[in-house]
């Protein structure tokens, strides 16, 4: 019988394939496909696995001293009972005859059904088998290990990225994602995800919005309700999950699968036509980006720019091995090449609160080490408490400069002595590259107004620097007091909260009348929701995921600015601005 969850809607569409569990705990377990061809060599070592263990339990049970308890050696029979069982066994063959995954894959993707039926077990002694049948698996992972195979001819690649096709597809269920492993699902063959946690402006949620697959997050219970392999329909628009729809619900979520496509290659029409409303305003529209590698996705969506790399992915994932000079010097290099003279805005790195450095997941992260993350040591915080690596970051941007035109964007500044201490730095870093002789460009700096001291407080920011980035997603939590990443607190994370509203606008006009660059790269640049709101506060620059480029450009070619500033008002005073901004800017604006 189907089921129906419901989360939190973080990338539209509809996905409908086969669940892959990805079980946190198990994460550090190689999970690949295999090329068809290697399907029996795959089969093969799993073969050799279960003998190596075989062999194992036979010889402990041999050696068994003679005044051994009896319990001994009937644990170890019922270890090799579960061993030989079929349905560890046979059914782990499945996973990679069917499934193409790896043998480590495949066990563990396995001891994940089983685990389940014993969970449901009446009986106690057999539910207590689950931790058995654990121990035999983790055996077989270490034999595994031993016997990695023939590495080389098979197709290794992270999980998810399968060159060859013809299969069903696969939707990805897991507890939560760290950004940094989202990446790797980047460029991968699921189509579409779910997690049971998690909040729609968490930089999880991002990444799966930059992937432009349909996801949902914070369906709580949904890695423990679908189980491996069953359908599941994900419906990215209003945040439901069915897991093993009935005939007629498939029907029906495929048609509009098919609507939503068609939408999609209409609006990819517009990919050539400049950004300008009905009454002349040319407004620019940027690409928000992760690595270098998505700047072909931004300009193949028409971006006229990068408006902001998210630089602190490279220095993700790498087990605290931070990139150096040299290193992040190249992924700027091939950025701004890559982008063909459009500008690109660097921003430095923004470790902390739910991207902290090393393969730590954020919750341990919460709990562990920072009292609260998101209020710690982050971004240019952490930057300024590492001042060789802050320098050296300033100067790799700098040198790639001399490519193309480049931007470096500050994150969460909010005191004067920030400012000046990052001006000091770069005063420093480009001391340092004219003493030895290294080439740089000219430069724009600018800050990100994140926090609501620095939207309150603008006069240092428009005096300091070039221009500003407002990053509403930080705005909006800091301005609430609510964690975006927590799922808990997400139905109160509300973009048209008054206080929100004024202080965007706030910082729009304010950098305007000082002559200042003024642009949004939050969601909400993204969201069409909210981009007459935007245009009518005299926003003419958007940075968002390439994905949505279309999408905004659409509704900015039916707008007119001269109609929408006169009705600004309104809606900036109104009790409830939505339902205002809905009157006010027509019926389809919100
Ligand atoms: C923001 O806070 O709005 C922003 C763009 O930065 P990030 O989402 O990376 O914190
Ligand atoms: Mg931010």
Redesign the pocket.
């Known amino acids: 019988m189907s089921i129906q969850l419901f989360g939190m809607a973080v990338s539209r569409g509809v996905a409908i394939g086969r669940a892959v569990l990805v079980a946190s705990s198990r994460v550090d377990v190689a999970h690949y496909f295999v090329t068809p061809e290697r399907i029996e060599t795959e089969v093969e070592r799993l073969r050799h696995a279960r003998d190596a263990v075989a062999g194992e339990l036979e010889t402990l049970k041999h050696e068994l001293p003679d005044d051994a308890p009896a319990e001994l050696s009937a644990l170890l029979d019922v270890h090799l009972m579960l061993l030989h069982d079929e349905a560890l066994t046979g059914a782990t063959k499945h996973w990679v005859r069917e499934r193409h995954y790896n043998a480590e894959w495949a066990l563990s993707a396995q001891l994940e059904v089983l685990a389940r039926q014993f969970d449901e077990m009446e009986d106690e002694y057999l539910r207590e088998r689950k931790a058995d049948l654990e121990q035999v698996v983790e055996r077989m992972l270490s034999a595994l290990a031993r016997d990695p195979g023939d590495v080389g001819a098979v197709a290794v690649s992270p999980i998810g990225v399968r060159d060859f096709g013809g299969e069903d597809p696969l939707v990805l269920v897991a507890n939560d994602i760290a950004p940094a492993d989202m990446l790797q699902f980047k460029r991968s063959v699921f189509t579409g995800f779910i997690t049971d946690v998690g909040g729609r402006?968490s930089?999880t949620a991002?990444v799966a919005r930059s992937m432009d697959i349909p996801a949902v997050v914070g369906a709580r219970e949904a890695s423990r309700l679908i189980r491996p392999d069953d359908w599941v329909v994900i419906d990215g628009d209003f945040g439901v999950v069915i897991v093993d729809p009935s005939p007629i619900m498939l029907e029906e979520y495929r048609f509009r699968q098919r609507q939503s496509e068609l939408e999609r290659a209409r609006l990819d029409r517009l990919r050539h036509t400049p950004a300008v409303t009905l009454d002349g305003q040319v407004v620019e529209l940027l690409a928000?980006i992760e690595q270098p590698q998505d700047a072909a996705a931004a300009l193949q969506a028409g971006a006229v720019g990068v408006g902001?790399f998210?630089s602190e992915f490279l220095f993700l994932n790498r087990g605290g091995d931070l990139p150096g000079e040299d290193e992040q010097f190249e992924a700027y290099r091939a950025a701004v090449q890559a982008m063909q003279g459009l500008p690109v805005t660097i921003?430095t790195v923004?470790i902390g609160a739910d991207k902290p450095l090393e393969r730590m997941s954020a919750q341990e992260l919460r709990h562990e080490h920072v009292l609260n993350p998101a209020l710690g040591l982050r971004a240019i915080r952490w930057s300024l408490s590492e001042p060789g690596m802050f320098r050296q970051q300033l100067r790799a941007i700098l040198r790639a400069s001399a490519f193309g035109k480049l931007r470096i964007l500050i994150?969460m500044v909010a005191h004067l002595v920030e400012v000046r201490a990052v001006l000091d730095a770069l005063t420093r870093a480009r001391q340092q590259l004219d003493a030895a002789g290294r080439a740089y460009g000219a430069v724009e700096v600018g800050a990100?107004i994140?926090v609501p001291a620095a939207a309150l407080n603008l006069g240092p920011f428009l005096q300091h620097f070039d221009f500003v980035s407002?990053?509403?997603?930080?705005?909006i939590?800091y301005t609430l007091a609510i964690d975006r990443a927590d799922d808990a607190v997400s139905h109160l994370f509300d973009p048209w909260h008054p206080a929100v509203l004024g202080l965007i606008a706030g910082v729009i006009e304010r950098a305007l009348a000082a002559g200042k660059g003024v642009s949004v790269?939050?969601?909400m640049a993204g969201d069409p929701a909210f981009t007459e709101l935007l245009l009518a506060a005299g926003l003419r620059s958007f940075s968002m995921h390439p994905a949505q480029i279309a999408a905004i450009k659409q509704r900015i070619l039916r707008a007119d600015t001269r109609r929408l500033a006169l009705a600004l008002p309104r809606v900036l005073q109104a009790e409830d601005p939505k339902a205002a901004a809905a009157a006010v800017f027509g019926a389809g604006a919100v």
């Open positions: 402006t930089h991002i928000n902001l998210r921003r923004d994150p990100m994140e407002i990053g509403t997603n930080d705005l939590q790269c939050g969601e």
